[in-house]
C-alpha cells in the first residue's frame, strides 16, 4: 500500500483539512500504516500538482482559512485501479526477522534473553490492541474490528514462534 493511496481512501469518504487527515489516518489506518505530518503535507502538495486532489481554502474566523482537500476524478480512477490489482508478492521486510535469521551467532543466552524480551514486548502490544478492541467497539466499523483481530492473530502467531524457535534451538 502507497501512503498516497491511503490519503485517496481516506479522502474519498469525505473532503478534509490536512489535520483531519492525519487525525484519521491515525484513527483508522496507522495500525498496519504510519504517516508524518511533513510527509502527509508533501504528499498533498505533489498529488494537488497531479490534479489527484483539489485544495479550497475555507475562510475562518479569527483564524488563517483553512485548506480542504477533495478527492477529484483523476484521483478516484487511481484509487480504483490499486484497489482492483492484486498484491502479488507481499512485503515481508522486517528487522525482526533479520535480527532472528541471524541470532544464531550469538551465544544461547543472549539469543535466549533477546527473545524473553522480544516475547514481552510482543505480549504488551497484545494487551495494548486486546484493550482497543474491547473498547468503544460501537463507534467503530466493521473493518477495524477484522484489522484489530488479524493484528491479535499476527501478535499470538509471534509468539508462538519465537517458542516454537526457543525450542528448535535448544535455548
Known sequence: MSTEH???GLLNQ?????????KEFEK?????WSINIGQLYTLLKKMEKEN???KKAVPQENKPDK??????DKGRSKLHKWLSEPVIMRQTKDEFYLKMMFLTQTKKEDARKYIDEQIDIIEKQLNEFNKTK??????RNKFMDVLLEASIM??????QWLNLYKERMEL
Open 67 to 72: 485548506l480542504v482537500y477533495k478527492i477529484q
Open 6 to 8: 491511503a490519503i485517496l
Open 14 to 22: 469525505r473532503p478534509m483539512h490536512g489535520y483531519e487527515i492525519k
Open 52 to 54: 489527484e486532489i483539489v
Open 134 to 139: 474491547n473498547a468503544n467497539k460501537d463507534s
Open 154 to 159: 499476527h501478535f499470538q502467531v509471534d509468539i
Open 28 to 32: 483508522s489506518v496507522s495500525f498496519i
